[in-house]
């Protein structure tokens, strides 16, 4: 009888035991995505702010460069011959970087056990 009781309680810490660690990973889980979306969304905040100093700087400096050469066509297109080349820069040199620390940071904030 008093193993029956044993088992019983054993079966029942288990149970609990279980349903408990359950719950813990899924509020693990529903941290780490918050943290993620937080982190995202304040990434997506600051490039779209700095995107728009890119074009008023832009427009800017292609304004200024059609002063200086006497031609408001020559000053854009300077401007947006830097552009080509630094996309084709970041393409072939500084993407796989990039996509690196996105990942880091990624696996940081999922193997981050606070």
């Known amino acids: 009888m008093e193993q029956k ?7 029942s810490d288990i149970i609990k035991y279980v349903d408990l660690k359950f719950q813990y990973i899924k509020l693990s889980s529903f941290e780490k995505t918050a943290r993620i979306a937080s982190a995202a969304t304040s990434y997506l905040i600051i490039g779209f702010l700095s995107l728009f100093g890119i074009i008023f700087l832009s427009f800017t400096t292609a304004i200024f460069l ?9 000053g854009y297109a300077l401007v947006a011959a830097f552009f080509v080349l630094a996309l084709l820069g970041f393409l072939f040199w500084g993407r796989k970087n990039l996509e690196r620390k996105i990942s880091n940071a990624i696996i940081k904030i999922l193997t981050d056990d606070e």
């Open 5 to 11: 009781n044993f088992l019983a309680a054993l079966k």
């Open 66 to 74: 059609g002063d200086m050469l006497g031609n408001a066509v020559s």
